[in-house]
């Protein structure tokens, strides 16, 4: 399955910015939040929900549940963009609940695998 780093990119590429160019719209004075995204190799490592949150308020076009978990196109559709009603605090809660969601179903439970290793 393709992470949310490499969907991020592709958005990048497709909006034909570089990953500075990108940063600046987002207000950022540096790349690096954006940059250590892509660092890590194959996988890329997950946004915080400010970053989604942020991406979310400067790129309305960007449809978020395909960014998050891949489903859908890349963009809403001209016509959905108009009943879209997206408030930045109810897209942070939902980015969060999303991300929380796809972080626990990828990674075992800590406390379970310490207990575990304490048993043993």
């Known amino acids: 399955m393709e992470s949310i780093a490499s969907r991020l990119k592709n958005f990048i590429e497709h909006k034909e910015l570089s990953t500075s160019a990108f ?7 540096s790349c690096e939040k954006i940059a250590r995204l892509f660092r890590i ?10 970053i ?3 991406i979310t308020q400067h790129f309305s076009e960007l449809n ?11 963009l809403h559709s001209p016509a959905a963009s108009h009943s879209i009603i997206s408030p930045v605090n109810v897209l942070r809660t939902e980015a ?20 575990i290793t304490q048993n043993a």
Not at 23 to 29: D, E, I, N
Not at 96 to 115: A, F, G, K, T, W
Request: aromatic letters at 6%; proline letters at 4%; hydrophobic letters at 35%.
């Open 96 to 115: 969060l609940e999303s991300l929380l969601l796809q972080s626990r179903m990828e990674e075992p439970d800590i406390n379970y695998r310490v207990s």
């Open 64 to 74: 978020m549940r395909w960014l998050l978990i891949g489903e859908g196109e890349m």
């Open 52 to 54: 989604v949150a942020d």
């Open 41 to 50: 190799k194959n996988e890329g490592a997950k946004p915080s929900v400010d």
């Open 23 to 29: 940063s600046r719209k987002l207000g950022y004075k």
